[in-house]
């Protein structure tokens, strides 16, 4: 739950003005959700054929369910995530006008070719 914490999703979250009715909290499913990648988990059935299975005891309905709920504001929690990352990577605020972040969350293998960071000039 450091990443919970770091990221201050239950803030995000709750500003995005998005709450469950039971089971899992969004925290949990969102924080769980974020460390997939480091993990070099592409999938969430990637996770559960996976030894990592073991660091959770939610079922693979309860991340889809959330995934999938067209009523989760995604767009502000995820602007939200990204302030909070900018504050983190640059707590003096010092960002160029003319800057950009861009984060690729593409897992597709297939994509590599063609889609190497490039700088921006």
Not at 74 to 84: D, I, N, P, Q
Not at 105 to 119: F, G, K, L, W
Request: with cysteine; proline share 4%; hydrophobic share 40%.
């Amino acid at each position: 739950m450091e990443t919970a914490q770091t990221f201050k999703l239950r803030s995000i979250v709750r500003n995005a003005g998005f709450e469950k009715q039971q089971g899992y909290s969004v925290v949990a499913i969102m924080t769980l959700m974020l460390v997939l990648p480091f993990l070099q988990v592409n999938s969430v059935h990637s996770l559960f054929v996976s030894d990592f299975k073991r660091i959770t005891e939610m079922k693979k309905d309860t991340i889809y369910r959330l995934k999938n709920n067209e009523l989760v504001p995604w767009r502000s929690m995820l602007y939200g995530m990204v302030k909070r990352l900018q504050t983190l990577t640059s707590p003096q605020k010092t960002v160029a006008s003319n800057s950009a972040f861009v984060v690729d969350d593409t897992t597709d293998s297939r994509c590599a070719p063609i889609c190497r960071p490039q700088r921006l000039v």
